[in-house]
């Protein structure tokens, strides 16, 4: 028995563990960076299933859910190659694909058919073996010395499991019996796919399989065309000019936040745009996915901020309020990445000045709203952040601030919103869902409406979002 006792008993070893633990061998240093790159190598896989299928996905909570999932993983990825770096790591060949049977995995994930495959590839395949390894990790390494480790596999688990409990959930939601059985082959696939390469930790004996693709057997191709579940029963619908109506000093603060809920919910087509560019960009340094994925996310919440808004008040948004995809439809169908990255940054350098997120903000302080208030407030901050993305991976590529932002308002003037030709396919008569919108928050606030706020009928015919005529009209 080993004798040995601190000082009057205080903790040991700064608390981080037993001094038996200590002693044990645990893992050598190029052990623990084998799999620390494994690590690596999933979540940056994870990262790009997660981005790349939320324009196609047409499920709403799946959309918001995967713009989350795909933060997490770049926020772990950057944790992880800055961790592999501190461990004589130079250079840190991470870039290398741990082991071919992993990278049929994660191409048979991203290249599923359907939602039902990919989430049960993501839910209940790739996730939990990546769990499985940070906890074996864990259990195999000494705490002390690689404490630093220890730490981010502790992080990374706390928020894997936020993931598979929205995957579960999700899964219980969507998926039956008969599908799973359907697809059953495949994920056996997925396995025999792990255990040939030794789990995704790597430290298992590899078992011999015959691997032979399936989904992935024709590479992925990304799909830009956003589609969207039966809750969005118009999304050609550009009836309605939101910013027109905000920013008239005719009408009170109060029913603009009815116009301030609708602009986040719509900003779901921003995620749906980002994700082209991420996915259509290769070659970048990992700060420019990072830093672009967390703006993802930024919007994804800012909708979510819309829909909470409706909810608050009684509104069924599916019903009363017509969410379009017309922006990250056209953007994603007829500009380059590059092409649509200057027009996120034209966007937001007019957010910028005071009639911008400013002014949204104090409409909603001034609306007695607290939602609204509130919502304005971090969206406003959002936006700073983003402005300095912007300048970080956008404004490098031009002479100077000016030339930047003049290219993003030319390459936005190109894009052709079919408004007469969309509604002469059918596809929207671009109805005026204001008046039902406006009479139902009335009766929700208990007060009349005003005729001339009930009145409000201007569109997006010929004036852009940022009240800019539009030349390209179609």
Request: with cysteine; proline share 6%; net charge neutral.
């Amino acid at each position: 028995m080993n004798p040995y006792r601190s000082y009057r008993r205080l903790p040991s070893l700064a608390g981080v563990c037993s001094m038996a633990d200590a002693m044990k061998p645990g893992l050598a240093v190029e052990q623990c960076v084998a799999r620390l790159k494994r690590y690596h190598y999933a979540f940056k896989r994870l990262h790009h299933i997660f981005t790349a299928r939320i324009t196609a996905e047409p499920i709403y909570e799946l959309k918001m859910g995967f713009s989350l999932h795909a933060h997490l993983c770049a926020e772990h990825v950057t944790a992880l190659r800055k961790r592999v770096g501190e461990m004589r790591e130079p250079p840190l060949g991470l870039g290398a694909i741990p082991h071919p049977a992993l990278e049929v995995c994660f191409d048979e994930i991203v290249a599923a058919p359907g939602t039902e495959e990919l989430l049960l590839g993501l839910y209940e395949r790739a996730l939990p073996a990546l769990k499985a390894s940070l906890e074996k990790h864990l259990a195999d390494t000494n705490p002390l010395v690689d404490q630093p480790s220890v730490r981010l596999c502790r992080f990374a688990l706390l928020e894997l499991d936020d993931m598979l409990k929205f995957g579960a959930a999700t899964i219980a939601s969507l998926i039956d019996e008969p599908v799973r059985q359907k697809i059953s082959g495949w994920l056996a696939l997925l396995d025999d796919c792990l255990a040939a390469a030794g789990g995704l930790h790597g430290a298992d004996s590899p078992i011999g399989k015959t691997i032979t693709r399936q989904f992935s057997a024709k590479p992925y191709q990304y799909d830009g065309v956003p589609r969207r579940d039966e809750r969005f029963p118009d999304p050609y619908n550009m009836g309605v000019n939101a910013e027109f109506f905000l920013y008239d000093p005719k009408f009170r603060p109060q029913p603009k936040t009815l116009m301030m809920f609708y602009k986040r919910l719509r900003e779901i087509d921003v995620p749906e745009m980002m994700a082209s560019i991420l996915a259509e960009t290769p070659d970048k340094p990992w700060d420019y996915y990072r830093d672009m994925t967390r703006q993802l996310w930024d919007e994804a919440r800012h909708a979510m901020m819309g829909e909470v808004g409706f909810a608050n008040l009684g509104i069924d948004w599916g019903r009363k309020v017509m969410v379009n995809f017309t922006w990250s439809l056209a953007l994603n169908t007829q500009l380059k990445p590059i092409e649509r990255h200057a027009v996120l940054y034209f966007i937001e350098q007019g957010l910028m000045p005071r009639n911008g997120k400013r002014f949204e903000w104090e409409v909603g302080q001034a609306s007695q709203n607290p939602l609204a208030a509130l919502f304005q407030d971090y969206d406003w901050a959002d936006e700073v952040l983003h402005a300095r993305f912007g300048r970080d991976w956008y404004l490098k590529e031009f002479a100077d601030a000016k030339a930047a932002v003049q290219y993003g308002d030319k390459c936005w003037s190109r894009v052709l919103m079919g408004w007469a030709e969309w509604r002469a396919q059918g596809l929207t008569q671009h109805r005026n869902w204001w008046p039902d919108l406006y009479r139902k928050a009335c009766a929700h606030w208990k007060i009349d409406p005003d005729p001339a706020v009930l009145g409000y009928a201007t569109t997006y015919e010929s004036v852009r979002a940022d009240l800019k005529t539009i030349s390209a009209s179609a």
